[in-house]
């Protein structure tokens, strides 16, 4: 050190001792020399002291810290350590900043705050999971997160060892750390072991907690706890190990104490029925309840507490009989101190009264005999050598004995409910690794110690040796892992005070041994100690006391009374009462006193006479351990568990014993870190090295002492020695290790004013420069301005010289003017006053004479008003006279009415009165459109008849013609027959002009159905509006106080706010059932390799099974098409709404069934397709003309028709069917069942009679076929007789099909006929069941209607009846709709038969042109014009696989890099079209459900990839948008180009595939952000705090001892590394990706969007977390990054995606860093600045702000809580740190393509040869 430095000079400052503060701080006013006897010193408050010095006297004073290292996270980066300035360094962080919480070394001390405070949830969990232990501010979860990582790291067991007074706060921490233990390690499995361990602490705290004088939850017992972990680190299971329960407790209480909570909890629960049986009442009846005389805690509610005890238990899986046997021991307890033993007369014997109740219940809730246990109350056994006697017992020596009982119930229920604890918390799994939990008492003294404390204060010595020894290891491993020289570090050894209590003839075995001697006494053990260990150095006899010894611990002398060792040690319990709960008759009772290695007596053979010796002691050998012996034995396998453990110490201290919040007592407080070896952790730091700087920061922090030759940026270790050696000439102050120097204590305080020094001189040279500038200025200045004002000055006498002539000149003419002027304005003023004196006389007496009419004309008006108002109230009085008569009148009438009326709903007619007219009306228009319908088919197939007949006819005389021709060559029957054939033709136009007739007939009926539909919805509109005006009204009255104007946009605002949560809802059930669906792939997964065989392998052709894994319902075409209504009125009514309506779910399921019924008729038509095809091969090698093959073929494809017309008439029939069941479910009178029954038994002979003429017209087509295959024998026969008998054996062959065709189609009718009257009497039963269910409803609304008050039954029915009439419109629209669809049907095969009728004509016009080519004319309905593409690709069914396969399963992103974006969307619905023009309805479901699955397999594949999740989130969205931009909806087809609707699908409505793509959209982009979150949240930190943006401006405070934390990061390539560059580059290229990739705009900023939240969340949290980041250089180096993050969203048109928003909170944050904290103004500017932050997080910001420099200000206390009452009228949430998990509901706005499909150009490259372009 250098020589002119002498640390006691003037205005240092110090600490001396002072009474009541401990310390107190002190200046020195005069510089001390040695040798000096007196110390000059001024306190705080200007008070002048002479603190004498020197070596008889006190020693110097401890010199104060720098400010800069007041309020220090870890006070071993303290400058000086010693006693102050721990002490003052906890009182400022607790008082000022209000942190509980502060490191010491390897130690947490704890302060409790008797307050509840905000920093436990899950949220503060979150950020410190992961996290280094130096990087955030102390924190019980930083410990528990240290303890959790080096268990994962070194594969070492852990320990959390927390200790501390009574009311330290012990267990609540304890609790913390076994919550983040449950949070962070959380069971793989459905165990829930997590939250069995949680759950065992409301146990535990009701039989081993109770309020004492210092803490009203104290835990009279240690435990430990040891929390298993698996090889993956998830809790499996857990174990407790408790230690000395103060048993005591149970029969004896202090003042103002309580006993365990378990015994007011039960008396508080005594009314509950399971309860009732014990007997209890209030808790003051009971003598061990009411010992303490106040039963009650403030805050506390013991029945509540009651509950979650029973909660917990059966959570732990303890049975319902087992917690009543819990219960009935625990009141028996009760029952036992309420025993009254009275004295007899000689006091040397008593006895229980026979009446005693309580003794009674005691006998009966433990299952014991009466009559024993009253015995061996009051008496005892005593066993000699040769007999036993049965000794009576003195009365005060009884109740010993009944306490002694009570004490060992509790102890053996205490250790009962542990053991099962214990068993419910152990799993099957091994065990890897555990962490251990130890909350165990601390030190205790108080005026009287006894046998509790000495265990107490034992346990606690042996703790402060394993403690001593893990802090000195770990000095002598820091110095040896930096290869500096050490030498021994003397620190206190207590293990001579432990053998003094442990050792061969210790204190332990001097009680064990005075405990065996019959009568040994209390005082003789006192003396054997006196006697044996008065030479000890830790053991003092007091000098006024022989019953009492002094024991000099660690932490303090405590003197101990020796009375009652002896008994507490012994625990003495009669036999003979433990024999009789042995033979209780309940089990539980019975095996709670049954030792475990208890076992029957050895048979013998031989008799001895004096076995009467042994028998009564043999049960006793437990008991003949002592408490002492038994607790040694414990204390030492807790410390064989500890040391093979790494422990981590939490030190809890009470600051007050007032239990007063954030109030701090130093004495309190000192007592308790001398006892608690804070201070000897301080001491040993001291005696080393304790101030450690890595050299780059000792770099950067003193750069400012060396000189810029010295300076060497290359090599900054010898640029520190080199200033260090000028600096500190001894050479012991310092070392320089590998990575870091080391300092003695007050090194780093010297070097920290050497740099005040530096920069005082550089203000003071820089203030000096500065002034004699600004002089300099000043004096210039002032020569410059006096000879500009002697000029100016010379030049203004000058100028008012020659001014005063020129107006002594003008003064003359200015006179004259002046003169005339004045004369001239007294003549105008006078002759102006004259003539406005007359107009106001004139006027004055105008307005005389026209009040005068006016107030005339007033009081005539005044009395026609009173006069008529006078008239008015007279008749007001005569009406509202007569009035009140009339209501009078018409109350007593309306009450009679109400009655009638009330009379008349309890019955069922008056609700069918009200039904049957709209009903009625309904099924009149019912019948009214089936009986239209019913004619419109007749006429249909009247004309479908008359055509088929008209067709044949042709056919016969075209046949006859070409006959005739072929015969004979007359004109004149070719003339005859084109006649005839005109006739037809005639006819034809007959039949086409009544077609259309019939056409127009239906479409104005349907016209006029149409009318009454909308004038019904008009009707139920009205009602509906009616009851929103009601139900404004009501709104508006109760909201008319409040302002108009603000309420609509609050109204907006809070709609919004519902949206956006309704959405996120959503989103998270769907990221919840994406999480589920991936849980049970993993599980199938699982299964699958737990079955898998080796022989077993999959081929390719079941690929196609892969559609089956799909979690969406598939969806056929035809179910697509008929449901579009109900799909339509599920949107409008919402899903919950239409999940209630069950008549709309129940319609719903009709549908289903019918939409099955059609896809099997379309899979049977497509069968007689290919049958049909499979025969025509043959048909066309027969030896017939070409125009009779045509003609068959054209007979084929009639007949197949009509069986597709008779399906689609079954399918109607079934349709009527069901129909008319609904509508009966719907009909409450009978006489509406029977119209409904007829109405059905009539469609049914209608459909019967229909299906039996298509039957004849089947049968007619079949003749034809054969007749036609005769004629064709016939014409075979004319040409040649060689064929003639193969030809009729054909014939005769094609005869035979034809009749067994006939055959099948006979008995296919039969059996179809049988279907229908199964059919017909299911749907009867259906309709009966219908009808009862809808019975059963009417009445229980009719029940519900009647419990209602009047004004409700109006308005339910009201309800009831817009909800009847609602679904009463619904059938009538989904009718209607059906009937337009029948009558686009009908038009569709009116074309086709024109079409067809027009091919025939050109084919006979054909064939009388050119007889050569006859197959022209079916050339033409057969061969298909070729178009241009269409843009769309068809794919064979077997090639779909190969097609998923290449365009998602194996596709990679940079294969289309150069191509259209979203190519494989495009691709994939252009197949989708094809298969919809097609009409291909299973083709589109595959499809869809193989594609939807791919793109999942390809994601769980690739969880982690973030270019291929972005690539398929753009796809699925681009597949959507193209789903619904040709879907032909008028919403989304507005914007499409004409070529663009022309593509628009044309068959199928695909919306709730639409539903299906926009969930996978929503999962894809929920990955998308896990992925992106993944990768910058290790780079937010570093980046946004931690790097230097803006070089040299962030400032280096020493480090403690939990920054040089072995469990922090140190490679070079760690989170340090990373920068603000870094961070914006990985941005870009998320952002980059996103639109190479073709993602909509609208979804990229809702990501970048996503990803601003996230890196605020977490800066902000971190930066409330971290003391060290809260500066002002911090707050400069974050507003310049945030404004390089906004620079970025600008430079990327990103800005208007509200994602600058996000980063609003940080950005307040830094500005609150960098504004003044001093006076009000600042605060009111903090206020109206910070509306982002909450009032939690800006106090927790100035709290934390820490100055770099001396030249800074601390923000007072004041500031900070004139900062709270500003902000006291905010409502902000609770919580202090922002969730980082929450996510934005995420909107997929519709973005049409304006890309043509069929100019879409498709890469060779892909492989998508086998595609064919249509």
Request: glycine share 4%; with cysteine; aromatic share 8%.
């Amino acid at each position: 050190m250098t020589s002119n430095y002498y640390p006691y000079s003037k205005f240092t400052r110090v600490w001396i001792p002072d009474p009541e503060d401990v310390w107190k701080a002190a200046e020195i006013t005069r510089d001390y020399r040695e040798g000096e006897s007196v110390l000059h010193l001024k306190l705080e408050d200007e008070t002048p002291v002479e603190y004498p010095v020197g070596p008889n006297r006190n020693p110097l004073p401890f010199l104060r810290n720098p400010d800069i290292l007041v309020g220090e996270n870890d006070l071993t980066a303290l400058s000086y350590l010693h006693e102050p300035a721990v002490l003052h360094n906890l009182r400022v962080r607790f008082l000022e900043s209000n942190h509980i919480y502060t490191y010491c070394g390897i130690v947490l001390v704890a302060i409790n705050p008797y307050e509840q405070l905000q920093i436990y949830g899950e949220e503060v969990i979150n950020a410190y999971s992961g996290q280094n232990m130096g990087d955030m501010d102390p924190h019980i979860f930083a410990v528990a997160e240290e303890a959790y990582k080096q268990m994962a790291r070194d594969e070492r067991n852990q320990s959390i060892i927390v200790s501390g007074e009574s009311g330290a706060g012990k267990t609540v921490s304890a609790k913390y750390a076994m919550r983040f233990f449950a949070t962070v390690g959380g069971s793989t499995n459905d165990t829930n072991v997590e939250e069995k361990v949680l759950a065992s602490s409301p146990i535990m705290e009701a039989i081993g907690n109770a309020k004492t004088t210092r803490n009203d939850n104290s835990s009279r017992f240690g435990k430990y706890i040891q929390i298993g972990f698996s090889r993956r680190y998830h809790i499996i299971g857990a174990n407790m190990r408790t230690y000395l329960l103060e048993k005591s407790r149970v029969v004896f209480q202090a003042e103002d104490e309580r006993n365990y909570h378990i015994f007011y909890q039960l008396c508080a629960s005594a009314s509950l029925p399971e309860l009732r049986d014990l007997g209890l009442t209030s808790a003051e009846d009971f003598t061990y309840t009411s010992l303490g005389e106040n039963i009650f805690i403030e805050g506390v509610n013991d029945a509540e507490d009651f509950m979650k005890t029973r909660e917990a238990f059966a959570l732990l899986g303890i049975k319902d009989s087992s917690q009543s046997s819990i219960f009935r021991i625990m009141a028996s307890i009760l029952h036992l101190g309420n025993i009254e033993i009275c004295s007899e007369r000689d006091g040397e014997s008593c006895h229980i009264s026979k009446d005693d109740v309580h003794l009674k219940h005691f006998c009966r809730l433990l299952g014991v005999e009466l009559r024993q246990m009253e015995h061996w109350l009051c008496h005892r056994k005593l066993a000699t050598a040769s007999e036993t006697y049965v000794k009576t017992m003195p009365s005060r020596q009884a109740a010993n004995a009944r306490d002694a009982l009570a004490k060992h119930i509790y102890a053996r229920m205490f250790d009962w409910i542990v053991e099962h604890i214990n068993v419910s918390l152990q799993t099957s799994s091994k065990q890897h690794s555990f962490i251990g939990v130890l909350d165990i008492y601390g030190f205790e003294t108080f005026e009287v110690n006894s046998f509790e404390q000495f265990c107490i204060n034992y346990a606690n010595e042996k703790l402060q040796q394993q403690f001593n020894s893990h802090v000195f290891k770990l000095e002598q491993e820091e110095y040896m892992k930096e290869q500096i020289p050490w030498t021994l570090i003397d620190f206190y050894d207590n293990q001579p005070c432990i053998d003094l209590i442990e050792a061969r003839l210790g204190i332990l075995d001097l009680l064990d041994e005075e405990c065996k001697v019959p009568k040994g006494t209390d005082q003789n053990w006192a003396q054997k100690l006196y006697k044996q260990h008065s030479s000890s150095a830790h053991f003092q006899k007091p000098r006024m006391s022989n019953t009492s010894f002094v024991i000099i611990h660690f932490a303090d002398k405590v003197e101990y009374q020796c009375e009652g060792f002896l008994e507490k040690n012994r625990d003495t319990v009669y036999e003979e009462q433990i024999n009789i709960l042995k033979a209780s008759q309940f089990q539980l009772v019975a095996d709670l006193f049954h030792e475990k290695d208890d076992a029957p007596p050895p048979k013998t053979s031989r008799i001895n006479v004096r076995a009467a010796k042994t028998v009564p002691r043999a049960p006793n050998k437990e008991h003949r351990k002592t408490v002492g012996h038994q607790f040694r034995s414990s204390l030492h396998l807790l410390m064989e568990t500890l040391n093979a453990t790494t422990p981590h110490y939490v030190r809890c201290i009470k600051p007050n014993d007032h239990k007063e919040a954030f109030s701090f007592d130093s004495r309190r407080a000192v007592q308790q870190l001398r006892a608690c070896g804070v201070l000897e952790t301080i001491r040993i730091s001291a005696a080393g090295y304790p101030s450690r700087w890595t050299y780059p920061d000792f770099f950067s922090r003193y750069r400012v002492l060396m000189r810029k030759c010295d300076v060497s940026s290359a090599d900054k270790k010898l640029s520190c020695k080199n200033l260090l050696e000028t600096l500190i000439k001894e050479p012991d102050m310092f070392q320089f290790g590998k990575t870091k120097i080391f300092f003695r204590a007050g090194q780093v305080a010297y070097l920290e004013k050497l740099r005040a020094d530096k920069f005082r001189a550089a203000c003071i040279r820089i203030q000096k420069t500065v002034r004699g500038c600004l002089q300099r200025v000043r004096y210039r200045k002032i020569r410059k301005s006096a000879i500009t004002l002697q000029r100016y000055g010379r030049g203004y006498l000058a100028r008012r010289y020659a001014e005063h002539l020129r107006l002594s000149r003008a003064a003359l003419t200015c006179q004259k003017q002046y003169r005339m002027a004045r004369d001239r304005r007294a003549y105008l003023r006078v002759r102006r006053a004259v003539v406005t004196i007359q107009a106001y006389a004139r006027g004055m007496f105008t307005r005389r004479i026209y009040w005068e009419f006016l107030l005339h004309h007033k009081a005539m008006i005044i009395q026609r008003s009173v006069r008529s108002w006078l008239q008015r109230r007279k008749f007001r009085r005569a009406r509202n006279a007569a009035i009140i008569i009339q209501c009078a009148f018409r109350r007593v009438r309306a009450k009679r009415q109400l009655k009638q009326l009330k009379i008349e709903a309890r019955s069922a007619e008056h609700l069918k009165k009200l039904n049957t007219g709209m009903e009625n009306k309904i099924v009149q228009l019912q019948r009214k459109m089936d009986d239209q319908s019913k004619e419109h088919r007749a006429q249909n197939e009247q004309l479908m008849m008359v055509n088929s007949a008209l067709g044949s006819e042709l056919n016969k005389l075209q046949k006859e013609l070409q006959q005739v021709r072929g015969q004979r060559g007359d004109g004149g029957q070719l003339t005859s027959l084109q006649d005839e054939l005109a006739k037809l033709r005639e006819e034809l136009q007959q039949a086409y002009a009544d077609r259309k007739r019939l056409e127009e007939e239906h479409g104005i009926e349907t016209l006029g159905l149409r009318q009454r539909v909308d004038e019904l919805e008009t009707e139920n509109s009205l009602l509906k509006t009616e009851k929103e005006e009601m139900k404004q009204r009501m709104v508006q009255q109760s909201q008319s106080t409040e302002g108009g104007d603000s309420s609509v946009s609050q109204t907006e605002v809070s709609l919004q706010t519902e949206l956006d949560a309704e959405r996120q809802r959503y989103q998270n059930l769907l990221r919840e059932f994406s999480r589920l669906e991936q849980r049970y792939e993993n599980l199938r997964e699982d299964l699958s390799l737990s079955k898998f065989h080796p022989g077993h392998r999959r081929n390719p052709s079941n690929q196609s099974s892969l559609e089956s894994d799909s979690n969406y319902p598939s969806v056929s075409t035809s179910e697509v098409g008929d449901t579009e209504d109900s799909i339509q009125l599920v949107e409008e009514m919402g899903v919950e709404k239409a999940a209630m309506d069950i008549s709309l779910f129940m319609k719903l399921q009709k549908r289903v069934r019918e939409l099955e019924q059609e896809r099997k008729r379309l899979q049977s038509s497509v069968d007689k397709m290919e049958e049909l095809a499979k025969r025509r091969g043959p048909e066309t090698r027969s030896p017939t003309s070409e125009q009779e093959a045509a003609d068959l073929a054209y007979s084929n494809l009639k007949r197949q028709e009509l069986e597709s017309e008779n399906k689609k008439l079954k399918n109607d029939l079934n349709e009527l069917r069901k129909t008319v069941a609904e509508r009966a479910s719907q009909n409450s009178s009978s006489n509406e069942l029977r119209d409904g029954y007829n109405l059905l038994l009539g469609q049914l002979k209608a459909a019967n009679e229909e299906l039996d003429a298509r039957k004849e017209e089947v049968l007619i087509l079949r003749t034809q076929i054969v007749s036609a295959a005769q004629l064709q024998e016939k014409n075979e026969h004319v040409e040649g007789t060689d064929s003639r008998e193969p030809v009729d054996k054909e014939d005769a062959l094609t005869a035979y099909h034809g009749l067994c065709e006939s055959k099948k189609l006979l008995e296919a009718q039969l059996q179809s006929q049988s279907r229908q009257h199964s059919d017909e009497l299911e749907a009867l039963h259906t309709q009966i069941e219908l009808l009862k269910d809808d019975i059963e409803k009417k009445q229980e609304i009719l029940n519900y209607t009647m419990s209602l008050s009047p004004e409700a039954q109006v308005e339910y029915s009201v309800q009831q009846e817009i909800t009847r009439l609602t679904n009463d419109n619904l059938d009538l629209k989904e009718l209607v709709e059906k009937l337009e669809k029948n009558e686009r049907k009908l038009k569709k095969q009116l074309r086709i038969y024109m079409k067809k009728v027009q091919e025939l004509e050109a084919s006979q016009a054909a064939a009388q042109t050119s007889r050569s080519r006859p197959e022209l004319s079916r050339q033409v309905t057969v061969q298909r014009k070729e178009k241009d593409f269409e843009g769309m690709l068809e794919y064979y069914k077997e090639d779909e696989a190969r097609l998923v396969k290449t365009l998602i399963t194996d596709f990679k992103p940079d294969t289309v890099s150069g191509t259209v974006p979203c190519l494989p969307a495009y691709i994939l619905f252009m197949c989708i079209r094809h298969a919809d023009y097609i009409n291909d309805d299973q083709k589109v479901e595959s499809l869809l459900t193989s594609t939807i699955n791919a793109i999942k397999r390809v994601l769980k594949k690739n969880n982690d990839d973030f270019e291929m999740t972005s690539f398929w989130l753009a796809n699925a969205s681009r597949l959507l948008h193209c789903l619904k931009q040709y879907s032909g909806d008028e919403v989304f087809v507005s914007q499409n180009s004409a070529k663009q609707n022309e593509h628009c699908l044309k068959n199928f409505d695909l919306a709730e595939y639409r539903q299906v793509l926009s969930d996978l959209s929503i999962q894809i982009y929920q990955q998308l952000i896990r992925v992106a979150e993944g990768i910058i949240q290790p780079m937010i930190v570093s980046a946004m705090l931690e790097s230097e943006s803006i070089p040299s401006l962030a400032g280096v405070k020493p480090m403690g001892y939990r920054n040089r934390s072995s469990s922090m990061d140190t490679d070079g390539g760690g989170p340090s590394s990373y920068t603000l560059e870094a961070l914006i580059r990985q941005l870009g290229q998320f952002h980059s990706i996103m639109r190479d990739h073709g993602l909509d705009p609208e979804i990229v900023g809702q990501v970048v969007r996503q990803l601003f939240h996230c890196i605020n969340a977490i800066t902000l949290n971190n930066l409330l977390l971290r003391k060290d980041v809260c500066s002002w250089s911090t707050g400069m180096q974050l507003r310049y990054n945030t404004s390089q993050m906004e620079e970025w969203l600008r430079g990327n048109n990103l800005y208007q995606s509200k994602a600058a928003a996000s980063l609003e909170p940080i950005i307040q944050a830094a500005q609150l860093l960098q504004v003044k904290k001093k006076t009000s103004q600042d605060a009111e500017a903090i206020c109206s600045l910070c509306t982002a932050l909450t009032t939690q997080q800006i106090v927790k910001i100035l709290n934390l702000y820490t100055p770099l420099n001396e030249f800074e200000e601390r923000v007072t206390v004041s500031f900070i809580r004139n900062i709270q009452n500003r902000l006291q009228d905010r409502n902000d949430p609770p919580q202090l740190l922002v969730d980082t998990k929450h996510t934005f509901p995420v909107l997929f706005p519709y973005t049409p393509s304006a890309l043509s499909l069929e100019t879409l150009h498709i890469p060779a490259s892909i492989g998508l040869d086998f595609l064919i372009r249509v």
